[in-house]
């Protein structure tokens, strides 16, 4: 996720707002970048790769005292990590000069509208164009010319914004990114999150959607975009740095299975026009005319991608082929030019997913790939990258890019049931509800507290039994993989009907059983599958649909997320089997982030 550290104070120097764009490293980025005003113009300085880099670039000028300056890590959205593609960007004349942490959905209009207007552009970013808008509106008010132009910007942004010619001030906005702003005795602040701040204050406000700050050294005042002012609460924050690294929370883990709500939006964002999805990135591709798809994954990825079969079979006429990357490879598979191969990777680096990537296109096939890294091996050997867009994920178990993956693999879906002619009042259902997820989810996350007094009471099982039928089978298999693999409690995840050919011989008291079952087609199904659990006397934890006490006669204990339609369960019901797991390992002493014997990327099969 990018970062964004703007500083004005008197006694500030060049190498002082790098150290403090260091604090914001462990967000992941692929590149940094620096602006100051230095005897009345904009010096940038860019550099792709760690902010080492960056400061060796600017060695000379480390000592050298700044009024003013703005800084970035770049997570590349919209164009390749290297020089160019870095912020800040600045505008024609090179008098102005922005930060920008989001994702501008119009940005290609603007970019036309602007380039028909005579700008000229440097990079293929979305950001740009907001250099080029202030740059149009600009007529002596810095501040005036950012709010008129954030009015015409569709999407997420955080923007820092500097002008040659008022070096006393930065401008900033927030619309769905975060912003922080700390007042010290001579400095001011600007940053993505507080982690920076800390170290010249503790007294910070923190922007809300809507807000345009105008920061001078010593004070700031804070306007609605639609020009009133407002006043907004200084925080006192004891935190130190690690733990404003995580937000406050003890985890990273924790830390962005709450960050759900936020990644569901990114991954939605410019992907729905006018009540239709509409993906850009696969404007080309006609559904209508491909005979199979062919999807390729590992791990918690796999487990997403056997989602999107059942979704897309079931919705279309479509064959959807699944398996593990590492089985594939070495197969003969069925794939030709008539198939479409997706490979899903959060990391866009695992060996076995990139192997049956070329083993795939050998056979003819073209590749989607999706995935969160952008330049990633993946994306670079596939036709088409879909980004998950959910910033950096540093606890190494999959969480929100698991929420990512199935969040834009329903969009897929949905425009392929529409494009072969499936589309009906059911998916207008669904996608309605997708729309609604984000505040769905926050729900969903309040019962934390209720999650980890759960895991308190089985945390010293030895085993667990994972059962889902239907949407609720993936659910189930990522629900065992996430217990296994943070709390080294032995977890199985079995279709509920396959338990009577073999692994029910496994239960008794000491083996309890996690069962997916909110009241979908398949609920009385997987009721009767629970009955015969219990009648081996294992403890049951039903996780089904709220208000549902039809339950109470066969689970011991009941998590409950909203009624969706059933397509939508395995999405809702991911941050609690998340948070199940991530108790369990905190109450059992393991740490959730770094699991033993795991790696974030498998970059060898
Ligand atoms: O980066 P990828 O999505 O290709 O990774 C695949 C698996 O290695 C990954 O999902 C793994 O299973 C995680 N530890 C799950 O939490």
């Not at 703005?70 to 024609?92: L, S, Y």
């Not at 695992?350 to 296109?361: H, N």
């Amino acid at each position: 996720m990018c970062g964004i550290v703007g500083i004005i104070s008197d006694e500030t120097k060049t190498a002082d707002i790098i150290d403090s764009l260091k604090k914001l490293e462990y967000r992941g980025y692929d590149s940094s970048g620096i602006a100051f005003v230095k005897d009345g113009r904009i010096e940038v300085y860019k550099s792709v790769g760690k902010i080492e880099a960056l400061k060796n670039s600017i060695k000379n000028l480390l000592d050298e005292k700044v009024e003013v300056g703005i800084a970035h890590t770049r997570w590349a959205t919209h164009g390749q990590p290297n020089d160019i593609n870095a912020h800040p960007h600045t505008d024609c004349t090179g008098k102005i000069a922005i930060v920008h942490n989001g994702i501008i959905e119009n940005f290609r209009e603007l970019r036309g509208m602007l380039e028909a207007l005579g700008h000229k552009f440097k990079s293929d970013t979305d950001t740009e164009v907001i250099a080029h808008l202030i740059e149009e509106e600009y007529s002596g008010d810095l501040f005036e010319a950012v709010m008129k132009a954030i009015r015409k910007l569709d999407g997420a942004y955080a923007i820092g914004v500097i002008h040659s010619d008022h070096p006393d001030m930065i401008v900033a906005a927030r619309k769905g990114s975060p912003l922080v702003i700390g007042i010290g005795e001579d400095t001011t602040i600007l940053a993505s999150d507080v982690t920076p701040i800390i170290r010249y204050t503790k007294d910070v406000i923190f922007l809300e959607d809507g807000d345009v700050a105008l920061l001078k050294k010593g004070k700031v005042e804070i306007y609605r975009s639609s020009g009133e002012k407002v006043e907004r609460r200084v925080q006192h924050i004891n935190w130190d740095e690690s733990a404003a690294e995580k937000g406050g929370y003890d985890h990273f883990m924790i830390k962005e299975i709450m960050e759900e709500p936020m990644v569901i939006s990114s991954a939605m964002t410019g992907r729905v026009r006018s009540g239709r999805v509409d993906i850009p990135e696969i404007k080309e591709i006609d559904f209508s005319k491909i005979r199979r798809i062919n999807l390729v994954a590992c791990g918690t990825s796999y487990h997403a991608a056997l989602f999107f079969k059942y979704f897309v079979e079931f919705h279309t006429d479509l064959d959807v082929l699944v398996e593990v990357s590492s089985e594939f490879r070495y197969r003969k598979p069925h794939v030709d030019k008539d198939t479409l191969t997706i490979a899903i990777s959060q990391s866009g680096e695992t060996a076995d997913t990139l192997e049956s990537i070329r083993l795939a296109k050998r056979l003819g096939s073209r590749i989607i790939a999706i995935t969160n890294v952008v330049g990633s091996t993946i994306t670079r050997e596939s036709d088409i990258s879909i980004m998950m867009n959910s910033g950096p994920e540093i606890g190494v178990a999959a969480t929100k890019t698991y929420v990512a993956q199935l969040t834009v693999l329903l969009l897929l879906g949905l425009q392929i049931i529409e494009q072969r002619g499936f589309w009906a009042g059911r998916h207008e259902k669904i996608f309605d509800t997708l729309l609604r997820l984000p505040e769905v989810f926050s729900s969903i996350l309040d019962s934390s507290d209720r999650i980890r007094e759960i895991a308190e009471d089985f945390k010293d099982y030895n085993h667990f039994m994972y059962i889902g039928r239907g949407y609720g089978y993936p659910t189930a298999l990522e629900g065992a993989l996430k217990l296994k693999e943070i709390s080294y409690i032995h977890a199985e995840g079995y279709p509920a009907g396959e338990l009577k050919h073999g692994p029910i011989a496994l239960l008794d008291e000491n083996f309890p059983v996690f069962a997916i079952a909110p009241q979908d087609s398949l609920y009385q199904k997987m009721k009767s599958n629970i009955m015969e659990c219990r009648a081996r006397n294992a403890k049951i934890i039903a996780l089904t649909t709220s208000e549902n006490r039809d339950i109470l006669q066969v689970a011991d204990i009941i998590l409950e997320v909203p009624k969706v339609p059933e397509e939508l369960y395995p999405l809702v019901m991911s941050p609690v089997i998340q948070l199940f797991a991530y108790h369990v390992a905190v109450l059992k002493r393991h740490d959730p982030d770094k699991p033993r014997n795991l790696a974030k990327s498998v970059t060898v099969e």
